[in-house]
C-alpha cells in the first residue's frame, strides 16, 4: 500500500498570513506517460464530508478559492494558502488514487494563531 | 439535485453484521464507479471499499473478507454488507463517487453524502 505522510500534524497561523502542508508518499504517485500525478487534496470542517480541493495535484476544484493553490510531483506536493481567512479553519488531507487501495494522508489541522 | 444519501447506520454489537445503503440521485449511477469511505471518530479517513461500472469490487486488506460492497443500477443503489464488525469499525460512513474524465473513471471524490454512524460496541 502507499503511505500517505502529512507535515505538520497540526499548524496555526495568523489571520492573513500563510498556511502550507506537506504530503508525501511512500512511491511516485506520476504517471509519467500522462505527466499527471494522482494526487488530491480535501478540506474537512466539524460534522461536515470531505470537499474536493485539488485533484491531478494542482487542478483547483470549481469554487475553491485562488488564495489556496496545489503543487508537487513525484512523492512531494504542498497545499498553500496564501492568506489565511478564518473559514479555512478545518482538517486538510491528502489522499493518492494511483494504487488501490486509494490512501489518505493522517490529516493536518489548522487552527488561527 | 445531485446528491448521495447514506442510510443503515446503527449500534451492533461485536461480531454482529449491518448492512448500510447509500441512494443516489441527479446523474446517471450506473456509468460511475462507486466507494466507501469510512472515518473513525475523531480520526482520519479510511478507504473502504469501492465498486466499479462492471460489476467489479475493490478491498482494503483490513475490510478484505468482511465487507462486501454491491451496487443495483436499476434502483441507484449502492450497498455495504458488513460482517463480523468490530469496535474498530466505528465510526461515520460515507458514500462517494469517483470520477470521470474523458469517458474513464478516476478515484478521486468530488461527491459525497453526509455520511451514517456506525456504533460497534456491547
Known amino acids: 500500500d502507499i503511505v500517505m505522510t502529512q507535515s505538520p500534524d497540526s499548524l496555526a497561523v495568523s489571520l492573513g498570513e500563510r498556511a502550507t502542508i506537506n504530503c508525501k508518499s511512500s512511491q511516485s504517485v506520476l504517471d509519467s506517460s500522462i505527466n499527471k500525478n494522482y494526487l488530491a487534496w480535501f478540506q474537512q470542517k466539524p460534522g461536515q464530508p470531505p470537499k474536493l480541493l485539488f485533484y491531478w495535484a494542482s487542478t483547483r476544484e470549481s469554487g475553491v478559492p485562488d488564495r489556496f493553490s496545489g503543487s508537487g510531483s513525484g512523492t512531494d506536493f504542498t497545499l498553500s494558502i496564501s492568506s489565511l481567512q478564518a473559514e479555512d479553519v478545518a482538517v486538510y488531507y491528502c489522499q493518492q488514487y494511483y494504487d488501490t487501495p486509494v490512501t489518505f494522508g493522517q490529516g493536518t489541522r489548522l487552527e488561527i494563531k | 439535485e445531485v446528491q448521495l444519501v447514506e442510510s443503515g447506520g446503527d449500534l451492533v454489537q461485536p461480531g454482529g453484521s449491518l448492512r448500510l445503503s447509500c441512494a443516489a440521485s441527479g446523474f446517471i449511477f450506473s456509468t460511475y464507479d462507486m466507494h466507501w469511505v469510512r472515518q473513525v471518530t475523531g480520526k482520519g479517513l479510511e478507504w473502504v471499499s469501492g465498486a466499479g461500472t462492471t460489476g467489479d469490487t475493490y478491498y482494503p486488506g483490513s475490510v478484505k473478507g468482511r465487507f462486501t460492497i454491491s451496487r443495483e443500477n436499476a434502483k441507484n443503489s449502492l450497498y455495504l454488507q458488513m460482517n463480523s464488525l468490530r469496535a474498530g469499525d466505528t465510526g461515520v460512513y460515507y458514500c462517494?463517487?469517483?470520477?470521470?474524465?474523458?469517458?474513464?473513471?478516476?478515484?478521486?471524490?468530488?461527491?459525497w453524502g453526509r455520511g451514517t454512524l456506525v456504533t460497534v460496541s456491547s
Open positions: 462517494a463517487r469517483g470520477e470521470k474524465v474523458g469517458g474513464k473513471n478516476y478515484w478521486y471524490f468530488v461527491l
